[in-house]
């Protein structure tokens, strides 16, 4: 499938927060590009149903007046997100980040390698 990897997140922010979210993903994709990313999509919930089970509010612990948001990082392979990680982790820099407009406490993340794409499918 060749070395692509993905980091995805699952987060919920509050419906009040949506431009100040828009406007940090901008700051983040200048961090992630700097560092080797491909590419960053950061999408807001639109159509996002309540399940019977769980469904992305309950994922996140969304309460009243929060949207869930869904992103996901390209990267060329896993070491290009590893040595990002770590370069971010020893960024004096990294530390002075203004705060997060939603609670990342309640964010989830994990990275992926694709087990296909319709993109190089053939």
Not at 52 to 78: C, L, N, Y
Request: hydrophobic share 45%; glycine share 10%; net charge negative.
């Amino acid at each position: 499938m060749g070395s692509a990897y993905y980091q995805g997140f699952v987060l919920a922010v509050p419906a009040a927060n949506k431009e100040a979210y828009a406007a940090m993903t901008h700051t983040g994709w200048e961090i992630f590009g700097q560092r080797g990313a491909l590419g960053v999509v950061e999408a807001w919930g639109e159509d996002v149903l309540r399940g019977k089970r769980t469904d992305f509010f309950r994922a996140t612990k969304a309460v009243e007046g929060e949207v869930p948001a869904f992103s996901w990082i390209a990267w060329p392979d896993r070491a290009t997100c590893d040595q990002a990680e770590q370069a971010m982790q020893d960024d004096p820099a990294m530390q002075d980040m203004p705060e997060m407009p939603f609670d990342g406490r309640r964010m989830m993340w994990a990275g992926f390698e694709p087990i296909f794409d319709s993109a190089t499918a053939s």
